[in-house]
């Protein structure tokens, strides 16, 4: 079974303040993991995926095995990062977690 | 390019009715996902398609969630009948061929959603 855990369901930072959202999973297999955005009236698109290993929007995210996680950071984070985050994991299928809100302060 | 199109985007039945969603996916895209996104929750895969045949439908609930794909483009998701635990968003996304060896997930794109209420 493949499983995607998002510990917390509200997260509240100050613009200029480092954020990271949190993902762990189980999966028996050799994991894909994605992080996929929602802002405010928008659709739910694509962020960033690890195989890419490339920065989006100041965004990073680094797969840890042995921890079996796939946190989202961000040095500085701006008021237009305020959206839902979703961690979400590709085995057998796309498998999503419960999502993160994340409010940036001015 | 246009994105995925979804209709309609709001929806408000009572239980034991019937009702139908419908999703045109990008042009080109072989591959079309419904999702279920009960409030709260992330998206849960309800049926994924490949071109016009079924690929994984194992979490559709069959005896009152049905879904087709007649010609490889559009597809239609149909709930009869309703309860009161289907009211929720229904996403339709479609991507590029999603099969092949090494295989890698392509990128999912995603409608706006049917929100369904059910009274």
């Known amino acids: 079974a493949q499983r995607v855990t998002q510990p917390e369901k509200l997260l509240s930072v100050f613009k200029g303040a480092p954020v990271e959202l949190k993902c762990n999973y189980s999966?028996?297999?050799?994991?894909?993991l994605f992080w996929y955005v929602q802002y405010s009236r928008q659709r739910l698109q694509l962020l960033l995926r690890h195989i890419s290993r490339e920065s989006i929007k100041g965004f990073t995210a680094d797969l840890n095995k042995g921890e079996t996680s796939f946190h989202l950071k961000k040095p500085f984070a701006q008021e237009e990062d305020s959206a839902m985050y979703y961690c979400?994991?590709?085995?057998?299928?796309?498998?999503f977690g419960e999502g993160t809100q994340l409010t940036v302060n001015p | 390019e246009a994105g995925v199109a979804q209709s309609p985007r709001y929806k408000i039945i009572e239980k034991r009715q019937s009702v139908a969603f419908w999703c045109n996916p990008i042009s080109g895209h072989a591959t079309l996902y419904w999702y279920q996104q009960i409030l709260g929750q992330g998206p849960k895969l309800l049926i994924q398609f490949q071109n016009n045949g079924v690929v994984d439908d194992s979490q559709l609930p069959k005896d009152r969630f049905s879904a087709e794909r007649l010609k490889g483009v559009d597809s239609t998701l149909k709930i009869q009948p309703a309860k009161l635990e289907d009211s929720a968003v229904y996403l339709c996304a479609s991507s590029l061929d999603n099969r092949g060896q090494g295989y890698v997930q392509e990128t999912q794109y995603f409608g706006p959603g049917t929100r369904l209420l059910v009274l």
């Open positions: 979400a994991l590709s085995g057998s299928r796309l498998t």
């Open positions: 999966y028996s297999g050799s994991p894909e």
